[in-house]
Nanobody
Framework: QEQFVESGGGLVQPGGSLRLDCAASGRIFSIVMMGWYRQAPGKQRELVATISTTGGSTNYIDSVKGRFTISRDNAKNAVYLQMNSLKPEDTAVYYC?????????WGQGTQVSVSS
């Protein structure tokens, strides 16, 4: 059974940076595409960034391109999201999951708040 645990969120000022970590347990991590998702208050959850099984291919939504970087370390069963130049509109709970997502793999997420 796969399980994902997110960490690294917090309160940061606009223009600041955070790195989110996702620790994966289970047997399939290294053979599945992964994604970072976020859900802002009153909005639907959205897919923010994706990464291929080897890490050689990544994709981002337009609003985070050039600011966020997704990466993974299959030896550590981990996926990361480096977030730079954060904006108030990045405020959300961030989750990692497979891509496409699987309902039973959703974790608690980690809160990112961008405010002065």
């Amino acid at each position: 059974q796969e399980q994902f645990v997110e960490s690294g969120g917090g309160l940061v000022q606009p223009g600041g940076s955070l790195r989110l970590d996702c620790a994966a347990s289970g047997r399939i991590f290294s053979i599945v595409m992964m994604g970072w998702y976020r859900q802002a208050p009153g909005k639907q959850r959205e897919l923010v960034a994706t990464i291929s099984t080897t890490g050689g291919s990544t994709n981002y939504i337009d609003s985070v391109k050039g600011r966020f970087t997704i990466s993974r370390d299959n030896a550590k069963n981990a996926v990361y999201l480096q977030m730079n130049s954060l904006k108030p509109e990045d405020t959300a709970v961030y989750y990692c999951n497979t891509n496409p997502s699987v309902a039973r793999y959703w974790g608690q997420g980690t809160q990112v708040s961008v405010s002065s």
